[in-house]
């Protein structure tokens, strides 16, 4: 399973970025993905997730209201829809692939991670 992660960059506090995680070789509305963040010298963090058959979300409570995880499994593509970004969330942002109906903000659920792309919020 292989996942790709992109569309990050820099923006301004306010701003918005649309990241994308699309799949090779592999369905990916079969699968679970979860979005998840690193930030220098802090702990990996889930933000987001969504299930496969029922497309069932999930949101951490400092992104909740901002961000907004949708799938096209027509492009096989994930997205994470960032609005109102701050400062706070400047991180490397994965995203993650499990074969299961259900998704977690746990990122031990998880089994194939892509390469993160880098989100910078400064003014």
């Known amino acids: 399973v292989q996942l790709q992660a992109s569309g990050g960059g820099l923006v301004q506090p306010g701003g918005s970025l649309r990241l994308s995680c699309a799949a090779s070789e592999f369905t990916l509305a079969l699968y679970a993905i979860g979005w998840f963040r690193q930030a220098p010298g802090k702990e990996r963090e889930g933000v987001s997730c969504?299930?496969?058959?029922?497309?069932?979300?999930e949101y951490a409570d400092s992104v909740k209201g901002r961000f907004t995880v949708s799938r096209d499994n027509a492009k096989n593509t994930v997205y994470l829809q960032m609005n109102s970004l701050n400062p706070e969330d400047t991180a490397v942002y994965y995203c993650a692939a499990v074969r299961n109906s259900r998704c977690s903000l746990g990122w031990g659920l998880y089994d194939d991670w892509g390469q993160g792309t880098q989100v910078t919020v400064s003014s």
């Open positions: 969504i299930g496969s058959t029922d497309a069932s979300t």
